[in-house]
């Protein structure tokens, strides 16, 4: 088993800057790809960022491009999401999850280990 656990969420106002993290422990070994994906109320869970945890590509959706910077430190288990210049539509819960199979998909459904997820507000 795999567990995350995401912090560093919070209330900003529209431009400002947050960084999210996500701490991986148990069965590390095994995760071959990190994400970052969020759900607002009511809608669908909506990829983000992904990266396979041992590559160089880094995929991000296209509202988030240029905006939002992924990083990750394999010896701490630790993975970030930076994101500048934040927008009242980035507003939901923001999520970490693991896969242990693929290369940093872009389908929620392919994780098999998820946090518990942090809130993001962003107020116009």
């Known amino acids: 088993q795999v567990q995350l656990v995401e912090s560093g969420g919070g209330l900003v106002q529209a431009g400002d800057s947050l960084t999210l993290s996500c701490a991986a422990s148990g069965r590390t070994f095994s995760i071959h790809a990190v994400g970052w994906f969020r759900q607002a109320p009511g809608e669908e869970r909506e990829f983000v960022a992904a990266a396979g945890w041992m590559g160089d590509n880094i995929y991000y959706a296209d509202s988030v491009k240029g905006r939002f910077t992924f990083s990750r430190d394999n010896a701490k288990n630790m993975v970030w999401l930076k994101m500048n210049s934040l927008k009242p539509e980035d507003t939901a819960v923001y999520y970490c999850?693991?896969?242990?199979?693929?290369?940093?998909?872009?389908?929620?459904?392919?994780?098999?280990?998820w946090g518990q997820g942090t809130q993001v507000t962003v107020s116009s």
């Open positions: 999850a693991a896969d242990e199979y693929g290369l940093g998909s872009t389908l929620w459904q392919k994780y098999e280990y």
